[in-house]
Nanobody
Framework: VQLQASGGGLVQAGGSLRLSCAASERTFSAYGLGWFRQAPGAEREFVAVISSWSGSNTDYADSVKGRFSISRDNAKNTLYLQTNSLKPEDTGVYYC????????????????WGQGTLVTVSS
């Protein structure tokens, strides 16, 4: 599976961005999908996850709950992350990932990774 993340950019605090992740795989719907991020000088961390197929289950890092929303469009083979009320601490490279093992927060459960898209939030 090839994943291509996009939608990052420079935004002021309080603003919004919609990140997208396009997948090449026809069986896209069978994968649990997640977003992770890596701030400068920090380790990569979990942001959000959505279950396979209908995406009826989602989970978020405490730091983004109520501000970010993950969704998927299986017909378009695309994963989304709507980010609202952005804060400077949300700055980082955002990665999308796909897992054949369901939906989970642990990045070692993910099999495929996109190249990342940079989000910069200015104060």
């Amino acid at each position: 599976v090839q994943l291509q993340a996009s939608g990052g950019g420079l935004v002021q605090a309080g603003g919004s961005l919609r990140l997208s992740c396009a997948a090449s795989e026809r069986t896209f719907s069978a994968y649990g999908l997640g977003w992770f991020r890596q701030a400068p000088g920090a380790e990569r961390e979990f942001v959000a996850v959505i279950s396979s197929w209908s995406g009826s289950n989602t989970d978020y890092a405490d730091s983004v709950k109520g501000r970010f929303s993950i969704s998927r469009d299986n017909a378009k083979n695309t994963l989304y992350l709507q980010t609202n009320s952005l804060k400077p601490e949300d700055t980082g490279v955002y990665y999308c990932a796909a897992s054949r093992r369901g939906w989970c927060q642990s990045e070692d459960k993910y099999d495929y990774w996109g190249q990342g898209t940079l989000v910069t939030v200015s104060s």
